[in-house]
């Protein structure tokens, strides 16, 4: 069935270096790709989305590409502070009700 | 406007128990959906709705009832209890119509261990 790729499963870089998360889809048809951040206890929220038709999305520090053609998309996030410590998801839409359907998620960690 | 709410926040119970985990949201949003978190394994979809008095199964639905009679409430209800239910249970929700952005609303979660 339809599932979603996300690598690296955790992540740790030097606080101001920059990180990457990339994620892998398996239905054509998927049209939309959130990424969301959960710090510990908390509630997933989104960071972060792109549309089909957009390959590329930046919001201050992070920003997302979507390659179609390959069926990935990836999270960048520059100038790492702690703050940015958490686990980060990607997920795709499926079905004609545009449902998520989750990578497994990455754990950032940002070492001082 | 208080956005999705769960109850409650923590519950132990028994193998066999049979409990009902709330979820209410206040935007008015046609589409809600129940999760459980697994550590590793990201965000299953167990229910979904489309609107009062529709539902669907997700993922992993096996185990699990839902009904949606009022466009506020999705309750979720653990039919008998078993150990593989423990979990991190999330509410989310979301309008129908959204300019081709599906972003989800998360409720605080309720963390459920059976033993």
């Known amino acids: 069935g339809e599932n979603v790729e996300q690598h690296p499963s955790t992540l740790s870089v030097q606080e101001g270096d920059s990180a990457v998360i990339k994620c892998t889809y398996s239905?054509?048809?998927?049209?939309?790709f959130p990424w969301y951040k959960q710090e510990l206890g908390k509630r997933p929220q989104l960071i972060i989305d792109?549309?089909?038709n957009v390959g590329e999305k930046k919001d201050q520090r992070i920003a997302v590409t979507l390659n179609k053609t390959a069926k990935h998309f990836s999270l960048h996030i520059t100038e790492t502070q702690p703050e940015d410590s958490a686990v980060y998801f990607c997920?795709?839409?499926?079905?004609?009700?545009?449902?998520?359907?989750w990578g497994a998620g990455t754990k950032l960690i940002i070492k001082p | 406007n208080a956005g999705v709410t769960q109850t409650p926040k923590f519950q132990v119970l028994k193998t066999g128990q049979s409990m009902t985990l709330q979820c209410a949201q206040d935007?008015?949003?046609?589409?809600m959906s129940w999760y459980r978190q697994d550590p590793g394994m990201g965000l299953r979809l167990i229910h979904y709705?489309?609107?009062?008095?529709?539902?669907d199964q997700g993922e992993v639905p096996n185990g699990y009832n839902v009904s949606r009679s009022t466009t506020e409430d999705f309750p979720l209800r653990l039919l008998s209890a078993a150990p593989s239910q423990t979990s991190v249970y999330f509410c989310?929700?979301?309008?129908?119509?959204?300019?081709?952005?599906?972003?989800?609303?998360f409720g605080p979660g309720t963390r459920l261990t059976v033993t």
């Open positions: 989310a929700s979301r309008p129908r119509l959204s300019g081709g952005r599906y972003e989800q609303y």
């Open positions: 935007m008015n949003h046609e589409y």
């Open positions: 709705s489309v609107g009062a008095g529709i539902t």
């Open positions: 239905d054509s048809a998927s049209n939309y």
């Open positions: 792109i549309r089909s």
């Open positions: 997920a795709a839409t499926r079905g004609s009700n545009y449902q998520l359907i």
